[in-house]
């Protein structure tokens, strides 16, 4: 069945460090990939997303790059802020499936 | 624009009682989806309807969990009776209409079964 399988966390950094995590799946389909952050205290929020292969989503400062030969879809981010830090949820979505399915979530923690 | 409005935010209650959460959809949007957050966990679909019809609730625990979105916008996910092991987030979230959107989320619903 389709998976995603997402870095464990946590994740602690200073600020201004580049962040990586990382995210593979396994689809039946052709997936869209999504990334959804969770702030404390508060709902899923989109944070970028890519449909076809070698597609480069971004958003904040934020990137990842749609790669089907790997499949693997990572989150980057050259310099974090103390802002960052919330869970990353890796997610993908098959056509006629529409449903998310979501990886574990990485708990992201960024010190001044 | 308002956002997914889930209510209530919190919700204790003993096991084998009933508890029911309420979603309102943002506004024009067809497609509603109830998923199961568990603690460290990646949420879970339990029930996704298009407008009033639900097309796929093969995760939905059909023993104790029902859901309803009469008229197509409002939905209600009921849990009856509650078990310890449903301690979790109950999370809604709504898309435009079909195909592959972007599904927004609430805030969700964290339920406590003691």
């Known amino acids: 069945g389709d998976s995603v399988t997402q870095m464990e966390g946590p994740v602690t950094l200073s600020e201004e460090a580049f962040l990586t995590i990382n995210c593979t799946y396994t689809a039946t389909g052709y997936p869209s990939l999504f990334w959804y952050v969770q702030y404390p205290g508060e709902g899923l929020q989109l944070l970028l997303k890519a449909t076809k292969a070698d597609d480069k989503g971004s958003n904040k400062g934020f990137e990842a790059t749609y790669r089907k030969e790997t499949t693997s879809f990572h989150l980057e981010k050259g310099s974090v802020q103390v802002s960052d830090s919330a869970v990353y949820f890796c997610?993908?979505?098959?056509?006629?499936?529409?449903?998310?399915?979501f990886g574990q979530g990485t708990r992201l923690t960024i010190n001044p | 624009e308002a956002g997914v409005v889930q209510s209530p935010r919190y919700k204790i209650i003993e096991k084998k009682q009933p508890v029911a959460f309420w979603c309102n959809p943002i506004s024009g949007h067809n497609t509603l989806y109830w998923y199961l957050q568990n603690l460290g966990q990646g949420p879970e679909l339990l029930i996704r309807y298009e407008n009033e019809e639900a097309v796929d609730d093969s995760q939905l625990p059909k023993d104790r969990f029902s859901a309803e979105r009469l008229k197509g916008v409002d939905s209600t996910l009921k849990i009856q009776p509650a078990e310890l092991g449903d301690s979790a987030v109950y999370l809604c979230a709504s898309s435009p209409g079909q195909g592959l959107e972007t599904q927004y989320f609430g805030p969700g619903t964290r339920l406590l079964v003691l």
């Open positions: 997610a993908l979505q098959v056509q006629g499936a529409q449903k998310l399915v």
